[in-house]
């Protein structure tokens, strides 16, 4: 099975999220969905740690509400000790699920800086990653830059529309304001 690996703080999960997912399972071949709730980015600060299980509660309620998207919501990380670092998690699930190939799903913003990820070049020669647009990336010339580095590295970039609203956008806002995003 060709499983995309979603993986976010998802605070909240929105129609953004809801319409990658959409591209994911309808446009790009792929079987089936892992949302993978992370509890810590380690590159961000340490206070989404907090909210963690309820993330992952509210990510698995949206997500029931859409069975048509092929999606699973997955507590992989939660029960990982950290750092919660993308490699340990594409490896753990490999090392579940053998038979299973798995891609990383990550917007231009997280292409553009995945030189300072843990072992980025293993996951983009063993994994590869599949890549949204994002507002004020050239998404072209970051993987063009990446690519001459190494040939062997796996990036689709995903012909997808840009979405422009993000978490922290409904977060800064209230949710009150801007519910109509969440998912």
């Not at 319409?19 to 590159?43: G, H, K, W």
């Not at 993308?86 to 997280?110: P, Q």
């Not at 995945?114 to 949204?132: M, T």
Request: aromatic share 8%; charged share 25%.
């Amino acid at each position: 099975m060709r499983v995309a690996v979603y993986s976010g703080s998802f605070d909240p999960l929105h129609i953004g999220h809801k319409a990658i997912m959409e591209y994911l399972t309808r446009n790009a071949s792929f079987d089936c969905v892992y949302l993978v709730v992370s509890p810590q980015n380690p590159l961000k600060d340490s206070s989404k740690a907090d909210n963690a299980s309820q993330r992952y509660a509210a990510a698995v309620e949206a997500v029931s509400r859409h069975p048509e998207l092929n999606v699973r919501v997955e507590d992989i990380e939660m029960k990982m000790s950290a750092p919660h670092y993308t490699i340990r998690t594409l490896d753990a699930l490999k090392e579940r699920e053998s038979d299973n190939t798995f891609v990383l799903v990550i917007g231009a913003d997280n292409l553009a800086i995945i030189k300072h990820w843990k072992d980025s070049e293993r996951i983009l020669k063993e994994y590869g990653v599949v890549v949204f647009p994002r507002e004020g990336y050239d998404l072209d010339a970051i993987a063009a830059q990446l690519l001459s580095e190494s040939p062997d590295y796996k990036i689709t970039i995903a012909d997808a529309p840009l979405v422009n609203i993000s978490s922290t956008q409904i977060r800064e806002s209230g949710a009150g304001e801007m519910s109509e995003f969440l998912m």
